[in-house]
């Protein structure tokens, strides 16, 4: 299974942007990127997902580098309610999700 | 987006016992569904991918008959927990795949609190 690299915990302020990043140099050419996101006790929750282009949604944008290797959640403007475990996960087309340890974003009021 | 529900949302049993937890796809027909188990401030851990009508796969290290998985049909999904133990005590979490869409999103349950005493 292609395995993603995360930090652990990143911190940001209200209302400010939020980049989480995903190291993923082992990606081949038919992973789709998935991002989902964890409240806690709850089940995670789909923010947004991509193949090879930039991804805009309701939530968030996701930047994916040229090669692949990496990609980038944007949150443009940090709210309370987007307190969570950020999940970057690799997944062929029809296959199982492999949960990595994920980034815990605290947000600062 | 598509509803994914679980029950129970908790459950407390003695040890020994037997516990169900039952997964439904609310607005679409899962074609897949999948388990997961989640400890305490640790990540989701993949249990078994379970197809509508055929045996669940079990990931390396799941014992199956200790962890029994139906699929009878498309919206429904079950888990049981067989002679429980309080090291199964965890947040058990189900999934479901319409197979409608190639990018293979998945919906998630609220989860199941399982504590065994």
């Known amino acids: 299974d292609a395995k993603t690299t995360q930090p652990n915990s990143m911190e940001s302020n209200e209302e400010e942007p939020v980049h989480l990043p995903c190291n993923h140099s082992t990606i081949s050419g038919t992973d789709y990127i998935h991002w989902y996101r964890q409240l806690p006790s709850q089940g995670p929750e789909y923010v947004i997902h991509?193949?090879?282009s930039n991804v805009n949604n309701r939530m968030a944008s996701l930047a994916i580098a040229e090669d692949r290797k990496s990609s980038t959640l944007i949150l443009h403007r940090a709210t309370l309610r987007d307190a969570a475990v950020y999940y970057c996960?690799?997944?062929?087309?029809?296959?199982?999700?492999?949960f990595g340890t994920g980034t815990s974003l605290t947000v600062i009021p | 987006g598509a509803v994914v529900s679980q029950h129970p949302s908790r459950v407390i049993c003695k040890s020994g016992t037997s516990v169900k937890i039952e997964c439904r796809s609310l607005d679409f027909q899962a074609t897949t569904m999948f388990w997961y188990r989640q400890f305490p401030k640790q990540s989701l851990m993949l249990m078994a991918t379970s197809n509508e009508g055929s045996k669940a796969t079990y990931e390396q290290g799941v014992e199956k008959d200790k962890f029994l998985i139906n699929h009878a049909s498309l919206t429904l999904s079950t888990l049981t927990v067989t002679s429980a133990h309080p090291e199964d005590s965890s947040f058990y979490i189900c999934?479901?795949?319409?197979?409608?869409?190639?990018?293979?999103?998945?919906?998630f349950g609220p989860g199941t609190r399982l504590t065994v005493l």
């Open positions: 991509g193949l090879t």
């Open positions: 999934s479901a795949r319409s197979g409608a869409n190639s990018y293979n999103e998945q919906f």
């Open positions: 996960i690799l997944n062929p087309a029809g296959n199982q999700f492999y």
